[in-house]
């Protein structure tokens, strides 16, 4: 990358660039930074004319970078991060009076019962500085982390790849409606499951609940797959399926349900994950630090 590339470079088109990676067409990757496809193609062309070179096979179909693409792309994750630092460290000058914090969370065990305490606690010590949070899958979430679109995730450890730090550890619960066979029993085995529908969370919990089954050998009868926690509750309390979930994103009671443990059982770590502590920004770096700082001393609603 030459300098009179890397001066004229706008942090818009290297994030596209970085979207581009991971997308299945051009439009998709601007459509997710919020660009129409016409700005899209503008701002590939206008990248591509920076660089002196093609970034996209236009041959094939979909999205495959050019070989030049792929050699610069890791070099171009680094700019995107230092931009994002720079510009970090300006707004948030002067003791954090300012700036913005970028989160992402697996799901409704860490939007409901792990990120109210934290951000809580921050905004009391840095109420200049703008949070934005959003939900992703865990394998989103990765995805997300490495493309520098946020900061610092709640994730289900571990993540080998990543600094993280750990918060709280819950177990797999199956939730039951009243009346239902497997109410009767305390503890139930994972092949006790497979006689029944089940429905399925696409939330955070979902990669811990497939490995589970897949333990045990057993290909659960998926009836309903579903992303929202009380869409779930009330699918099983209406008959439609029995579920599993993790114990931190349960309400204490439910009307209609019953949890029950799993034997064996299955125990989920959930903690934060950030691709290097180092090159936080100077918000992100508060975070994180206060976390650290305060996670030995905090509980958490689990069940």
């Given at each position: 990358?030459t300098?009179k590339?890397?001066k004229s470079l706008?942090l818009k088109?290297l ?19 919020g660009?129409?496809?016409s700005a899209?193609?503008?701002?590939l062309?206008?990248?591509?004319l920076?660089?002196g070179a093609?970034l996209?096979?236009r041959?094939v179909?979909?999205v495959?970078?050019?070989y030049a693409a792929?050699?610069?792309l890791?070099?171009?994750r680094d ?6 630092v720079?510009r970090?460290?300006?707004s ?5 009076r300012?700036g913005?914090l ?5 799901g409704a065990s860490?939007s ?6 934290l951000?809580e606690?921050?905004?009391a010590?840095y ?7 959003t939900e992703?899958p865990d394998?989103?979430?990765e ?7 946020i900061?610092i995730g ?6 080998p790849?990543?600094?993280?730090l750990p918060l709280?550890?819950d177990e797999?619960?199956?939730v039951l409606?009243q ?9 139930i085995?994972?092949k006790?499951l497979?006689?029944?529908p ?6 955070g919990s979902?990669p811990v609940i497939?490995?589970m089954?897949e333990?045990?050998?057993i ?10 926690i009380?869409s779930i509750?009330?699918?099983?309390r209406?008959?439609q399926g029995?579920?599993v979930l ?6 204490e009671?439910y ?16 903690g934060l994950?950030c691709l ?7 918000a ?5 630090t206060m976390?650290?700082?305060a996670?030995?001393?905090m509980?958490f609603?689990?069940m």
């Open positions: 990358m300098d590339a890397a706008s088109q994030e596209l660039f970085i979207a581009l990676a991971s997308s299945d067409n051009i439009a998709s990757a601007g459509a997710r930074l660009m129409t496809p899209t193609s503008h701002a062309k206008t990248l591509e920076t660089l093609p996209i096979d041959n179909t979909g495959q970078l050019t792929q050699q610069i890791p070099h171009v700019v995107f991060a230092s931009l994002q720079v970090a460290t300006v948030a000058s002067a003791g954090l300012a913005m970028t989160l992402g969370s697996l860490s409901l019962n792990i990120l109210p305490q951000l606690m921050f905004k010590r109420p200049g500085v703008d949070v934005f949070v992703k394998p989103e979430m995805r997300a982390l490495i493309e520098r679109r900061e709640v994730v289900a450890l571990p993540k790849d990543f600094d993280t709280v550890s797999l619960m199956v409606p009346g239902h066979p497997l109410a009767r029993l305390s503890v085995g994972v006790d497979a006689a029944y089940l429905i399925m969370t696409r939330a979902q497939t490995r089954f333990r045990a050998g290909t659960p009868r998926i009836a309903h797959d579903l992303s929202q009380m509750l009330e699918f099983v209406r008959g029995i579920s993790a114990s931190l994103v349960l309400p009671r009307d209609g349900l019953v949890y029950r443990k799993i034997g064996p059982a299955v125990k989920r770590r959930i994950a290097n502590e180092r090159r936080l920004s100077p992100a770096h508060a975070f994180w976390v650290r700082e996670a030995p001393g509980t609603p689990v």
